[in-house]
């Protein structure tokens, strides 16, 4: 069983920028994709970002694509979500993921298995 632990959310007014951090223990991942997923207040969990399990493909929502990038440091179980030019409705908790299948990369909730407790982060106007 792998346990993800997500870290650096917080308060950021607008045009700021954040960094994510998720790291993983129990297993290696290194053959598993990673992702990030996020639900604001009253709406449902979305897909921000995933990344393959070499780190060579990257998808993300068309909403963050441009200002944010995912990244994955095998060696030390850990991936990253560099976000910039933040908006008020990027405003959500933010989870980090690991891929189901090994190899596949995926972009919805049921490609994922594992996740983390979330990190909240808020943009303020």
């Known amino acids: 069983q792998v346990q993800l632990v997500e870290s650096g959310g917080g308060l950021v007014q607008a045009g700021g920028s954040l960094r994510l951090s998720c790291v993983a223990s129990g297993r290696t991942l290194s053959s598993y994709a990673m992702g990030w997923f996020r639900q604001a207040p009253g709406k449902e969990r979305e897909f921000v970002a995933a990344i393959s399990w070499t780190g060579g493909i990257a998808y993300y929502a068309n909403s963050v694509k441009g200002r944010f990038t995912i990244s994955r440091d095998n060696a030390k179980n850990t991936e990253y979500l560099q976000m910039n030019s933040l908006k008020p409705e990027d405003t959500a908790v933010y989870y980090c993921?690991?891929?189901?299948?090994?190899?596949?990369?995926?972009?919805?909730?049921?490609?994922?298995?594992?996740w983390g407790q979330g990190t909240q982060v808020t943009v303020s106007s």
């Open positions: 993921a690991a891929g189901r299948r090994p190899g596949y990369t995926g972009r919805t909730d049921f490609d994922f298995s594992s």
